[in-house]
Each structure stands twice: as C-alpha cells, then as structure tokens.
C-alpha cells in the first residue's frame, strides 16, 4: 500500500470515529440511528477501490470498537452493513462499467447509483435481518433467539424484517448517495488522486 493510500484511509478514518461521537445522527422509530459514520467509506471506495475499503473496514472496527457506546457488537453490524453497501458499490461498477474519473453524462451516474443501492440493500437487508436474529439482538437484549421475533413485533408492531429493512435501507441511501457526492468533486479538483 502506498503512502498516499495510507494517509487517505487514516484521514477519512478518523473522519468516521468523529462522526460516530458527533451529535450528527437521527434515531428511528426502530431502534435503529441514521448517521454518517460510513460516508467516508464509500469515499475511500471511490478513491482507493474495494480492497482499500474493506482495509478501511477492518479498521473501523477496531476503532468502532473502542469509542462506540454500541462496542464491538454494534462496531461488527455497522462493518457488516457498510461491507454489503461496498460489495453493491462494486457489483454496480462492473456491470454499469462506470468510471468515477472519466464518465460523461450524469444519467450514467443516476443509473450507477440506483443499481449500487439496490444491489447493496439487496445484501444488506437479508444479511441484517439475519445478524440481528441470530446474533445481535439475542446478545444486545439478552433473551433466547426464538423470542427475537415475537418481541421485536410486539414493541413495534410490524413485521421483524421491516423492523430491520426500513433503516436499513435508509441508511444505504445516506451512504451511497452522500458518499459520492463527497467524492465527486474530489475527484474532478484533484483527478491525480485516482492515479
């Protein structure tokens, strides 16, 4: 890894853990906070690729780790959620063939974006309503796993999966849109950065 890749993910890394104990978050009637915390991923994404931000990632979590009131496990659900908007982010870029430095028209960046979020939330949504019901909410809450469900329902009444696909899906479009309308004009003031 190079260096300017190094200073990049450090940056935009303490970017994240800032915005995780800045103010800057709107909780849901789910539970669940909408936040910014992984906008600088999807920058570095942009910037660097997927292996510089499943890098990024990695650390993340440890830094999650340590300053999240949520600890290690809501620092291992924002890393797998984050994780399933970059695989979209990536899976959008191979089949659209779309290049961040070089596209032409911004109908190429509308379809690029549309088909990354719902690709993502296509992984994120059923990966989410898995962790929390094998994994998450049985520890978080300390009940059984086989009354994950019935609880969850009771405090909200409505469907356990849309209990967790609703911000979930929110949350992808706040990553993935504000992610690259940071990383756009980035790109084209210092387009040397992708090189």
Known sequence: MKAREIGLIGLLLSLSLVLQISPLKVPTQWGMTIDLVAVPIVVIYILLGFWGSVTALVLLFLGLSLVSSASWLGASMKFFATLSVVIG???????????????????????????????????????????????????????????????????????????????????????????????LPVIRSLPHILE
Not at 111 to 133: C, D, E, Q, S
Request: overall charge positive.
């Open 89 to 183: 982010l990536e899976i959008a870029k191979r089949i659209t063939r779309f290049d961040f430095k070089n596209y032409k028209r911004e109908r190429d960046l509308v379809i690029f974006v549309l088909v990354a979020y719902l690709i993502g939330i296509a992984i994120r949504i059923p990966a989410m309503v898995a962790m929390n019901y094998y994994y998450a909410l049985p520890l978080w809450l300390g009940i059984p796993r086989e009354q994950v469900i019935p609880t969850i329902e009771e405090w909200f009444h409505i469907p356990f999966w849309l209990v967790i696909g609703i911000p979930n899906a929110i949350q992808s479009a706040v990553d993935v849109v504000i992610g690259i309308l940071v990383a």
